[in-house]
């Protein structure tokens, strides 16, 4: 088996990120119920999501290399935030980030017909005290749409950012040290 593998994402984020890695990869799509269950506490529902991704890649007949699923929650006072469905929802979300520190968990999973291996990785990021013009500033720039908790680091997002302790790749999207390690243990088991 190579390293090659099968991404099951759209994201132009992980697509990059992957590249990065020197990984040769296929990407596609999948259809994925992303609720997330009563009282499913983040961490579970971030790992549940990455590994379902890739089973259901598996299960898309994607089986001669591994599938890698991944997902990205953002969470503050153990509560998971998602993307905004419209701007009070981001508003309401960037005011709850303001000023304080969250957690970003970003999932990773490895599926085959045969097994599932993952990982989740765990960040802290601080946001500085933002304005309300700032806010929507931010909304009216189209980036925040697409993002877990509203907001991409890697992007106009990153200038509310005072401190990050951990991966600042898991906070875009995919944790390269940890994606690779998952991967040789993968191939190797």
Not at 27 to 48: G, I, K, T
């Amino acid at each position: 088996m190579t390293n090659a593998v099968y991404l099951a994402s759209a994201s132009p984020r992980r697509k990059e990120l992957l590249t990065q890695l020197g990984i040769e990869f296929t990407q596609f799509s999948v259809d994925a119920d992303e609720s997330q269950l009563p009282n499913e506490l983040p961490y579970d529902y971030v790992e549940r999501l990455a590994r379902l991704k890739a089973q259901s890649g598996v299960a898309l007949g994607y089986t001669d290399r591994p599938v890698l699923g991944s997902d990205t929650v953002v969470v503050i006072d153990n509560q998971s935030l998602g993307k905004p469905c419209d701007e009070n929802d981001f508003t309401h979300t960037l005011k709850r980030l303001s000023g304080n520190t969250h957690q970003v968990l970003t999932a990773v999973a490895f599926a085959t017909t045969d097994k599932v291996l993952s990982c989740v990785v765990s960040t802290n990021v601080t946001f500085k005290t933002l304005s309300d013009d700032e806010i929507h500033t931010y909304w009216q720039s189209g980036e925040p749409q697409d993002k877990a908790g509203g907001y991409g680091i890697q992007g106009l997002g990153g200038r509310f950012v005072t401190h990050i302790s951990g991966s600042y790749f898991a906070v875009v999207g995919l944790p390269l040290y940890e994606t690779e390690q998952l991967l040789q243990t993968f191939l190797r088991g």
